[in-house]
């Protein structure tokens, strides 16, 4: 799609981005703005965000970042997909009620909002008024493809599939036709269309279960598993046989599991899959892991990751030290990688050399060295973090400890004046001092070396679209704090409405304990003082336990007791 967007071309001018032989080259003799916009956020030159406001500011409508958007879907669907393509706009929400009465008018995201008769057109269509903002053509084309995917849409490919396996006037399946439907059209929609659902839903992963009479699909969506299809027993051995093909494994084993990885590219970004496969009694089990998609994913600030204040301002203390080991624990899919970055971003800038060892790499952030471990070829954390240490860095961002080599180095990098970043699998903060001197350490270098210790989980977000109060039974009360049982105290939770599909949880958010180390944990440390004494001294130095912060956010609106209860159980 080709826009003029003269404001957009003469601030990219003002503010001296490029030259201007090389403007016009972008421009071309069509002058089209889209190009050079590209190019500006391909090449760092503004940050997406504000460049993104510059072109929306020429046509005096906000700017809409679609891949974070909610969309209403009954709004979503008063626009037919093959018009939403037509005219390269996705209807996203309606206002809510005005005066008891529910608003008309329809924000639309549209790459050209001065295209007064595409507005009209499809106004007439829907029978409501449209409220425009800009997105990118290519976001567009992308929220598409998502947000159109349904269950109802699996079903229908799934009965496609089923009729090519069956033989007419036979009933029987064929074995020719079996093996031909994995590579056919229609077990190619069904993979991109699971695939798209998953991201639509926002979920972590995707379980393709087989049983004995159908084969099952569910998806991980903010925590826990939720059915969202079926499969017909006879579709389930090609669709599987599919995503072994695209994830480079092979189909002809069946009987040992095997890893692999699937890539689905879109117009504007890709999303990426690690793949696993388990034999079982019914046939292969199917996980896909959705994995950061590169260019949909902005690092968000400290301050947009809801901290308690008491946290966020020992996490920006320990961020300035010069040297020193900063951990941060927890499960897989906690959000660690995402606490990291955002650490990093609060203190990137021109002055400091900033590499990173990940594996893979989650998140792009200018200025900093990245490097994707790859053990194939003997690129360890270990391996990449001596190297680092000969290109004269001031901090150091490693993916995950896992062994002594790199702990090690870690800890001796942290002794030489380097502030270095990492996570570790442990239960909670504590554990973590334990944990590296398990695993060979020495005392001597683990006390000296660490500054801080953070730890966190993700509970599920209360919908705000369906939020309520309550006030809770007093034994509840009771159990949870010392009062004096005359103040009011009310927590919340989602009564359930189609915008969080009746859950009452929408999203997700962290909740932490953080430990910042003292120089009586160092001593006790260095001593080889036992667990219950360092324990003790962390209290002292101000240490709350995870769920004491889980409580906080409880009382705050922000989640319910029976997540906090489901993560971070009475110790």
Request: charged content about 25%.
């Amino acid at each position: 799609m080709i826009i003029q967007n003269p404001f957009f071309v003469q601030q990219v001018r003002e503010r001296k981005l490029l030259a201007v032989e090389e403007i016009s080259r972008l421009l071309g003799p069509k002058q089209d703005a889209v190009r050079l916009f590209r190019y500006v956020i391909n090449q760092n030159l503004l940050p997406r965000r504000e460049a993104s406001q510059l072109w929306a500011d020429a046509f005096g409508v906000a700017w809409i970042d679609l891949p974070a958007s909610l969309f209403q879907r009954d709004v979503l669907t008063l626009l037919p997909q093959a018009l939403a393509r037509k005219y390269g706009m996705i209807l996203v929400y309606q206002m809510g009620n005005r005066g008891g009465a529910r608003s008309e008018i329809v924000t639309v995201a549209m790459a050209d909002p001065s295209n007064r008769a595409v507005l009209s057109e499809v106004e007439r269509v829907i029978g409501r008024k449209l409220s425009p903002v800009c997105a990118m053509p290519d976001e567009i084309m992308d929220a598409i493809d998502i947000q159109y995917q349904d269950e109802k849409e699996l079903q229908e490919i799934d009965k496609k599939a089923m009729a090519m396996l069956i033989e007419p006037g036979s009933g029987e399946i064929s074995a020719a036709a079996l093996e031909k439907l994995a590579g056919s059209q229609a077990m190619m929609d069904l993979t991109r269309s699971v695939l798209l659902l998953a991201a639509k839903e926002g979920a972590s992963d995707i379980h393709v279960e087989p049983f004995e009479t159908h084969g099952v699909l569910r998806l991980r969506i903010d925590g826990m598993l939720r059915e969202r299809g079926r499969l017909s027993l006879e579709v389930q051995t090609p669709f599987v046989s599919r995503l072994k093909v695209l994830s480079g494994m092979d189909i002809t084993e069946q009987r040992r599991p095997q890893d692999g990885r699937l890539r689905l590219e879109l117009t504007n970004r890709a999303l990426d899959f690690r793949v696993s496969t388990v034999p079982s009694v019914y046939g292969e089990k199917v996980v896909l892991r959705l994995l950061s998609q590169v260019n949909l994913r902005e690092v968000p600030d400290l301050e947009d990751l809801q901290f308690s204040k008491d946290i966020l301002e020992q996490i920006k203390k320990l961020i300035q030290s010069p040297n020193g080991v900063f951990f941060l624990t927890g499960p897989t899919g906690s959000g660690k990688s995402t606490t990291l970055f955002a650490a990093i971003k609060a203190i990137n800038n021109e002055s400091i050399n900033i590499m990173t060892a990940e594996d893979p790499v989650e998140y792009r952030l200018p200025g900093l060295i990245q490097v994707q471990v790859n053990p194939a070829i003997g690129l360890t954390f270990a391996h990449a973090l001596r190297s680092f240490l000969r290109q004269d860095p001031d901090v150091i961002l490693i993916g995950e400890i896992r062994d002594l080599e790199t702990a090690k180095i870690a800890t001796e990098a942290a002794l030489t004046g380097h502030l270095v970043l990492s996570s570790l699998h442990t239960n909670n903060a504590m554990q973590a001092v334990t944990r590296l001197i398990e695993i060979g350490v020495e005392p001597f270098l683990v006390g000296p070396s660490l500054i801080g210790i953070m730890s966190q989980r993700l509970v599920r977000r209360i919908c705000e679209n369906c939020k309520e109060s309550y006030l809770p039974e007093r034994e509840i009360l009771d159990h949870l704090f010392e009062w004096d049982g005359k103040r009011e105290v009310r927590f919340y939770r989602g009564k359930g409405c189609p915008q969080c599909k009746n859950i009452g949880y929408a999203g997700r958010l962290a909740i932490h304990e953080m430990v910042t180390v003292s120089d009586e944990m160092r001593r006790l440390v260095m001593e080889r003082g036992s667990a219950q004494l360092v324990f003790e001294a962390a209290k002292r130095a101000g240490y709350k336990s995870m769920r004491y912060d889980g409580i906080k956010k409880v009382l705050r609106g922000m989640t319910t007791l029976e997540e906090i209860n489901r993560v971070a159980p009475w110790e």
